[in-house]
């Protein structure tokens, strides 16, 4: 390599790492410093060593907010994951008409404001005059659920709408995944004689597992740091049973004021989500799939 | 992967033989009319309450609320739709939402593929590290810096929104990560070769031959980047504090949040908002998911 081109790729990446390191680096090392201080924006910042960090642990909103982004991150491994998997295979049917017209339309909610979206589902599961209660009156007879405004079933309604929102999104993702598995592999299993649902564990996954490890962490970076959906649908209500972490670090910081306290909720999350990278990177192996 | 050492023409002559089952529709019609019942069971599922939220910026105020809901309004009015646009600075919002947007997105798929080329045609000292860096980065949830990102624009200066909303997210792993993937697989090394024997500099390669064989993934981003800033909420809604430079979602959100909760005036808003972010996904929805998955699956 020329001299000339030596210094060239680094230009290339550098506009990356410049804002990596000035608005990433940089605001990580302040928020660990702005933790250990109380401070409301103006003035100078006062100096309380680990007070910050024992109140987030006394506080139970903080705790809920740990509790409910755990139940978010789990429902959308558990539900979401699955249900995308499931769709992709469906639209992966040999011979399938329409087969793009499907994927575009499953894909559509990705496009939409989360405003709309929250705003919609607002109207749907509103507890006196929402559609969805007007659907189970004519089916079944029955509409009483206060969807809304139970702590259990607003987050139930909040996981509902995480899934109609991402799950044709990572559709698309399992679904080129699926594409790109050789057709003779599975007539090879079909030839010795392995069914349908063999088929789909001795085939499909092992030879999806790059997609999967992608769509698994992606999807637990995302649902880790769930701030919209909450926020518009419920405002973390009722009381305080559906706020996220994003949620409470937003509140404390910007509706409350207190900035050291929100920095420190900041710092937590960090911690949680650096473990959670790990031990999601020693599961699914990613990051040695690279090579 | 591990098709390629399957002999050409088995391969062809396989494929043949798939394609012959498929124009047979499978050894299963009910089946096969039970996959359609459910895929078309979806799409109502999907469409449902978009045509829900459009149906019902058409209602008046005491309809949207009303049980049993009216799946179609009666009276029709077009009342929501006039009153937002006189008692609200509807287009501003429009403007300020999609001009940033626009910026951050010319901008975002400059760097990323200038980046990318960087990282897939390039070897150099410490890359493979620089690299995991870039790819870890990922993981940084935003609201982890949320507060002291606010307090150093802010301190820096930067907090002018069209400083705020675009700089910090304009080379976004994600898209870098993107962009490599697919310059990798689809830009021959040995055409950067000749060009470099021609005397073409290193930048002019980049512009002149690389980005034009990066269209779909150029798509892909570009949509994705547009939607992105297009709809984010969270980081204008810490920093942006004028309402003249209120971007869409900000000025839906605060109506919103207002006393008496506008649902007629915010559903017309929120149904005309959308309406950009769906031109730009379907002018560009077929580069859209052969870019966006370009990098995933093979990785």
Redesign the interface.
């Known amino acids: 390599?020329t001299s000339?081109?030596?210094w060239?790729?680094?230009?290339?990446?550098s506009?990356?790492?410049i804002?990596?390191f000035?608005?990433?680096i940089?605001?990580?090392?302040?928020?660990a410093y702005?933790s250990l201080t109380e401070w409301a924006?103006l003035g100078t910042p006062e100096f309380i060593g680990l007070d910050n960090y024992r109140r987030l642990m006394d506080d139970p909103v903080f705790g809920i907010s740990l509790f409910n982004t755990g139940f978010y991150t789990l429902c959308a491994l558990l539900i979401v994951f699955p249900a995308a998997l499931l769709?992709a295979v469906?639209?992966n049917?040999?011979?399938?008409k329409?087969r793009d017209f499907?994927?575009?339309?499953?894909?559509?909610?990705?496009?939409?404001?989360?405003?709309?979206i929250a705003?919609?589902?607002g109207?749907?599961f509103?507890g006196?005059?929402?559609?969805f209660n007007?659907i189970l009156?004519a089916l079944f007879g029955y509409a009483g659920i206060n969807w809304l405004t139970d702590p259990l079933w607003a987050r139930v309604v909040v996981v509902i709408l995480v899934l109609?929102r991402w799950t044709?999104f990572l559709t698309?993702?399992f679904?080129?995944?699926l594409q790109?598995i050789?057709?003779?592999l599975y007539?090879s299993a079909e030839i010795d004689g392995a069914g349908p649902l063999r088929r789909f564990f001795s085939v499909t996954m092992p030879q999806l597992r790059?997609?999967t490890a992608?769509?698994a962490?992606t999807m637990l970076?995302n649902t880790?740091?769930i701030?919209?959906e909450p926020?518009?649908l419920t405002e973390g209500g009722p009381g305080q049973s559906t706020v996220s972490?994003?949620m409470f670090?937003?509140r404390a910081?910007?509706e409350q004021q207190e900035?050291g306290y929100?920095?420190a909720a900041?710092?937590m999350?960090?911690i949680i989500?650096?473990v959670l990278?790990l031990a999601a990177a020693r599961v699914f192996g990613v990051?040695r799939?690279?090579q | 992967?591990?098709?390629s050492t399957?002999q050409p023409e088995t391969?062809r002559q396989?494929?043949g033989r798939?394609r012959q089952?498929?124009?047979k529709?499978?050894s299963n019609p009910l089946g096969?009319s039970l996959?359609y019942v459910?895929?078309a069971g979806?799409?109502v599922?999907?469409?449902g309450?978009?045509l829900?939220?459009v149906s019902?910026s058409f209602k008046v105020r005491g309809d949207?609320?009303?049980?049993?809901?009216q799946l179609i309004p009666d009276p029709v009015t077009l009342e929501n739709y006039a009153t937002l646009l006189e008692t609200q600075p509807f287009w501003r919002w429009m403007i300020m939402s999609s001009s940033v947007a626009l910026i951050a997105t010319i901008a975002t798929v400059f760097?990323c593929s200038?980046?990318g080329?960087?990282?897939a045609k390039?070897?150099?000292k410490g890359?493979n590290v620089?690299f995991?860096?870039?790819?870890?980065?990922?993981?940084?949830?935003?609201?982890?810096?949320?507060?002291?990102?606010?307090?150093?624009v802010s301190i820096m200066g930067l907090s002018h929104p069209f400083i705020a909303l675009i700089?910090?997210w304009?080379?976004p792993?994600f898209g870098?990560f993107m962009m490599r993937q697919y310059t990798e697989q689809s830009v021959p090394s040995e055409l950067l070769d000749a060009a470099r024997i021609d005397g073409c500099g290193?930048?002019k390669i980049?512009l002149s031959i690389v980005f034009p064989l990066l269209k779909p993934a150029v798509g892909a981003l570009g949509v994705w980047s547009f939607?992105n800033s297009?709809?984010n909420?969270?980081w204008p809604?810490?920093i942006v504090a004028e309402p003249q430079f209120y971007t869409?979602?900000l000025g839906?959100?605060t109506l919103?949040a207002a006393e008496g909760r506008q649902?007629d005036l915010?559903?017309a808003g929120?149904?005309l908002?959308?309406v950009p972010?769906?031109i730009v996904?379907f002018l560009l929805?077929k580069h859209?998911?052969?870019g966006?998955?370009a990098g995933?699956?093979?990785?």
């Open positions: 390599m000339r081109t030596r060239t790729p680094y230009v290339f990446i506009p990356f790492f804002l990596f000035v608005f990433m940089v605001p990580v090392g302040a928020g702005l924006g769709m469906a639209l049917a040999r011979g399938l329409l499907f994927r575009m339309i499953y894909f559509m909610p990705v496009v939409l404001s989360p405003i709309i705003l919609i589902f109207l749907i509103d006196e005059y929402g559609l007007a009156q109609w044709g698309i993702f679904l080129a995944g790109g050789p057709r003779e007539e790059p997609v992608f769509i962490v970076f880790a740091q701030f919209e926020f518009l972490i994003a670090i937003y910081g910007f900035l929100a920095a900041g710092v999350m960090f989500v650096f990278g990051g799939s690279n | 992967m591990s098709q399957t391969r396989r494929r798939s089952r498929a124009i529709p499978g096969r996959l459910v895929l979806l799409v599922v999907y469409v309450p978009m829900w939220a019902s949207i609320f009303s049980f049993p809901p760097f200038l980046a080329f960087g990282f390039y070897d150099f890359k620089l995991y860096t870039m790819f870890s980065s990922m993981a940084l949830p935003f609201a982890v810096i949320l507060v002291p990102l606010f307090v150093l700089v910090p304009v080379a792993a870098i290193e930048f980049f939607l297009y709809n909420l969270l809604l810490v869409m979602p839906l959100q919103f649902y915010v559903m929120a149904v908002a959308t972010a769906l996904f929805r859209m998911v052969s966006l998955t995933a699956v093979k990785s």
